[in-house]
Nanobody, 122 residues
Framework: QVQLVESGGGLVQAGGSLRLSCEASGRTFRNYGMGWFRQAPGKEREFVAAISWSGGSSSYADSVRGRFIISGDNAKNTVHLQMNSLKPEDTAVYYC???????????????WGAGTQVTVSS
């Protein structure tokens, strides 16, 4: 059974930083990407960032590009999201995802974590 466990969420002031981590277990995700999505209150879940299994390729939503950095350790089946220059609009539940897929219409994933709350105060 696949498990994705997130950690590192919390409360931070605008302009601050947080680092999210996700550890995957139950199977390896060789040749599959991992990533992060988020869902703010009253909004749909949206793509944040993804990284290829090799770590050689990454993608970001326009809203976070230049502020967030995704990284991975495929030997440990972990992925991290370094979030800098946080804004109140970054407030959301952040979900780790595995087997991330890019469709013509957007991004999705086959496996999801339970989510971790990130709150940015103004």
């Amino acid at each position: 059974q696949v498990q994705l466990v997130e950690s590192g969420g919390g409360l931070v002031q605008a302009g601050g930083s947080l680092r999210l981590s996700c550890e995957a277990s139950g199977r390896t995700f060789r040749n599959y990407g991992m990533g992060w999505f988020r869902q703010a209150p009253g909004k749909e879940r949206e793509f944040v960032a993804a990284i290829s299994w090799s770590g050689g390729s990454s993608s970001y939503a326009d809203s976070v590009r230049g502020r967030f950095i995704i990284s991975g350790d495929n030997a440990k089946n972990t992925v991290h999201l370094q979030m800098n220059s946080l804004k109140p609009e970054d407030t959301a539940v952040y979900y780790c995802a595995a087997a991330v897929i890019r469709y013509a219409s957007g991004w999705s994933a086959n496996y999801w974590g339970a989510g971790t709350q990130v709150t940015v105060s103004s």
